[in-house]
């Protein structure tokens, strides 16, 4: 079943945002096994989107539109809409509603531009999830429209939660098509492409796909069936043959981010977890906070980027800093100790490194990066080296802390000393 | 001028891959004074390809196409070229022998897929930048059209050698169109959009662009004259008049990041930040640490997720937290003083307050965040409301703290107390 997605805003043509929700769209799309012809970007001008609309109609059976949907003059999505597929507007009230309704709560008085955002095509159906910007969808002609807000968050949630399952309802007959993301971390991109030839023509049908997104890897398999039941058995069994290869750095299924599966363990283990971070300045603690209900295992931490913090918050000796270093396994295990026994946690994580692009010496250049993790019994380290610019070790570094909870809470013998 | 973009391949319709090429093009175009209406992307399909290529002869001056110039199967962009601008395909001897050089030097046989590179649309004009992939370029009923291999650092490469300076040469008459950023932090979409309609007809030539980045928003004036020297001042007075309006929401000029601001002024001030964070959960010091050289004025900071941690760190009173909550202004003025004391900083800067979607209660809903900050004299809290979910409330309370730490070291009246 073919379909396009239109994403509107002048932001988009003159290069100011890359164009992350036809991206964002046409994945989840794709991964449904419903397919995209063609990805059009026009500004916020009248005769460009009106033309991309009606374009759409002759050749699409669905049609994502994106952007445009706010209170500005630039905002005409609904008028665009409206004189594309040739229907008049009106206002309706249930939108009339919400708008008033959000804008109250924010302490705006209502004005003509924010009433024009109820001005909708006819025969628009609200999209509305709770607590969130609103969409509408349109049917003419047996093609789907559904026209979305531009904010990322926002246009995901609604793609998630009702265009894709909507999609799937109105389009799917047998055969089915399911896909399948195993997520890697650890393993070099190049080793994956080897170990994969391995595979290759012992998948029946399945169709794998290969996706580096740093520092991560992800793997996709991609399977059409008769129905659901011999797609999902199908599947399993070539899951089953991939994690013979690499299941050790198998660290999720499908759309769960690391600090997802690192919650959702230190949930199911009832254990709580504290940061020490020295290089990564905050993001593992972001990264954990990212997460709905991390207040029930994340008591907090520490980001001790001076030597002075170290000392006074975590309790790191000053003889172990001018002995060995702030980048060091002893260093880096007095940090998670400390941390751990100051936040009363069950465990204590701790990161020591040098992010660059400065402060890089022979025997520790830039990427050299320390793991520490405490817990009742034992506290263990090790070395590591990363490549790339700050942020990437930034991010390469909060991720092998992260998976090091992973591993250890699922008692893998990969860490040292667990 | 006004030209289009068009990018050609699977993994952009598939969603595998972001269209960066486009994005980036769009920017340079822009920048340039060269006006992007359409980008279209399509996969590596004959029909759809050639017909976004026949499309972009009606409506456009200069036709940028990125991708399927390689030698396999689903590399046919020589060949739609030659069908939609109705031009026989020829072999080009100097084309020949470069892919011939190319794959010989890294030990690759010639083969027919090989030389099927070679074959280009009658009138190309090749585009070969030393030691990198090769593009063509072909001239129709006056419209520039440029083919450009779809490898990023390629296609970047030749398009700021090669195609900017040949469409500026043809374009450009009076020479120079230059763009000015202005970053605003703190004012709401609709209320920019009423200020600038103040400045309409009164900024001359000046091109205004407006677009909203969350939690931000930029104003782009664009300004094409007869010399360096006087668009540049024209622009200095437009940027006069614009700051009249809005200034104290200007917290950068270009691309300089709220975090790059903040550690600016921290630097030239010579004072030194700490940070206690309750809802952001690490993010402002990830922020502060993404910028290179933050160690000179970042002391560090405590990540009180827990309320046992604001007592046991940050040495937040018991009766405070009992008798106002964790979320006020009580709590987070004493864990700002707690980290300044505690990390002999300067400036201590907290942040206290509800992400959701649960742990919101009539009095104090989710998105209510207090922000607080303590110097050697004072020490100042606010009340605010932030609305969306919990990573726009994160991200949206992580650029006000930072803005708090702005206006202090301007010293800013807008801030409470200062």
Not at 103 to 116: N, T
Request: proline share 5%; glycine share 10%.
């Amino acid at each position: 079943m073919h379909g396009e997605i239109i994403t509107i805003g002048n932001e988009l043509t003159s290069g100011r945002t890359a164009d992350l929700n036809s991206w964002y769209a046409a994945g989840r799309l794709t991964a449904s096994g419903l397919s995209v012809i063609r990805i059009t970007s026009v500004g916020d001008d009248e005769i460009m989107a009106t033309e991309a609309l009606r374009r759409a109609c002759e050749s699409s059976r669905f049609v994502i539109v994106t952007g445009g949907l706010g209170s500005t003059q630039d905002d005409m999505t609904c008028k665009i809409a409206a004189e594309a597929l040739k229907r008049p507007l009106y206002l309706d009230r249930q939108m009339l509603q919400k708008v008033r309704q959000y804008v109250e709560a924010k302490g705006i008085p209502m004005s003509p531009p924010l009433e024009k955002m109820a001005l909708m095509p006819e025969g628009a159906r609200m999209i509305h999830p709770k607590g969130a910007a609103c969409g509408f969808s349109l049917v003419q002609n047996d093609i789907h429209f559904y026209f979305l807000p531009g904010v990322p968050e926002e246009m995901r949630y609604i793609m998630d939660a009702f265009v894709v399952p909507e999609l799937l309802k109105l389009y799917e007959s047998p055969p089915v098509t399911r896909q399948r993301i195993l997520k890697l971390y650890g393993i070099d991109e190049s080793a994956v492409a080897e170990i994969f030839k391995k595979l290759e023509g012992k998948a029946g049908n399945v169709v794998f796909g290969f996706y580096p997104r740093y520092p991560e890897n992800h793997i996709t398999m991609t399977l059409r069936g008769a129905d659901e039941r011999s797609v999902t058995e199908a599947l399993d069994r070539v899951e089953e043959a991939v994690r013979c290869l690499v299941g050790p750095y198998v660290f999720a299924v499908g759309d769960e981010e690391m600090e997802e599966v690192v919650g959702r363990l230190l949930c199911e283990k009832k254990r709580t977890l504290s940061v020490a971070e020295s290089c990564t300045g905050g993001l593992i603690g972001h990264r954990l906070t990212n997460v709905a209900g991390s207040s029930a295992y994340f008591q907090g931490g520490v980001i001790s980027y001076s030597n002075e913090s170290k000392v006074r918050i975590l309790g790191v000796t000053p003889k172990t800093l001018s002995t060995y270093g702030a980048v060091s396994a002893q260093t880096v295990e007095e940090m998670a100790q400390g941390v751990r026994e100051r936040l009363h946690s069950d465990l204590g994580l701790a990161v020591t490194g040098i992010a660059g692009p400065e402060g890089g010496a022979n025997e520790k250049p830039v990427g050299t990066v320390f793991v520490g993790l405490a817990d009742p019994a034992k506290t263990v380290s090790r070395r590591y080296r990363f490549w790339g610019r700050r942020k990437q070790i930034k991010l390469n570094t909060s991720t092998m802390a992260l998976d090091w909870v992973r591993r250890h809470l699922n008692g893998d013998p990969f860490l040292p000393g667990v």
